[in-house]
């Protein structure tokens, strides 16, 4: 199953609360349910690339806390990647790890799956020129 499937199955609403859960420390709670709203809508509205070599993964890790560690499994060379940085295209096509399905449901995957793509930004615009900043600050 694709990512752009699982999302489509989803009570949007509940994602949304979901997200807006993870957000608590948020200077303005409404400000960002409508930044994020407005993000579900561009994906909703764009088209996947499909890939059959990278996988959505997500695992519960414990440390001095538990956190749910959201990667990209490419199995051509078996190394994962962090996907803040990722087109959400490519996200919106890449499989999903059934066992990470499984064990988080499709709202709190996809949440979670949409709460990393979206901690620079709400947009691909707004990502990439702080991602261009954050370059551009540890050349100087």
């Known amino acids: 199953m694709y990512f752009y499937e699982v999302f489509g199955k989803c009570?949007?609403?509940?994602?949304?609360h979901e997200f807006l859960k993870l957000a608590v420390d948020s200077p303005d709670i409404n400000v960002t349910e409508e930044v994020f709203r407005r993000a579900i809508k561009i994906l909703n509205e764009m088209e996947p690339v499909r890939s059959d070599t990278e996988i959505l993964c997500i695992e519960?890790?414990?440390?001095?806390?538990?956190?749910?560690?959201?990667?990209?499994?490419d199995i051509t060379d078996?190394?994962?990647y962090a996907i803040e940085a990722s087109s959400w295209a490519n996200i919106l096509?890449?499989?999903?790890?059934?066992?990470?399905l499984s064990d988080y449901g499709n709202?709190?995957?996809t949440t979670l799956?949409?709460?990393?793509i979206t901690w620079f930004g709400?947009?691909?615009k707004t990502i990439q020129d702080r991602l261009r900043s954050l370059i551009e600050d540890e050349d100087v």
């Open 93 to 100: 096509g890449c499989r999903v790890d059934e066992k990470s």
């Open 78 to 80: 078996q190394k994962t």
């Open 11 to 16: 009570d949007l609403e509940v994602v949304v």
């Open 122 to 124: 709400y947009d691909e």
């Open 60 to 73: 519960k890790i414990q440390g001095e806390w538990i956190d749910d560690n959201v990667y990209l499994l």
């Open 107 to 109: 709202e709190k995957f």
């Open 113 to 116: 799956i949409l709460w990393e």
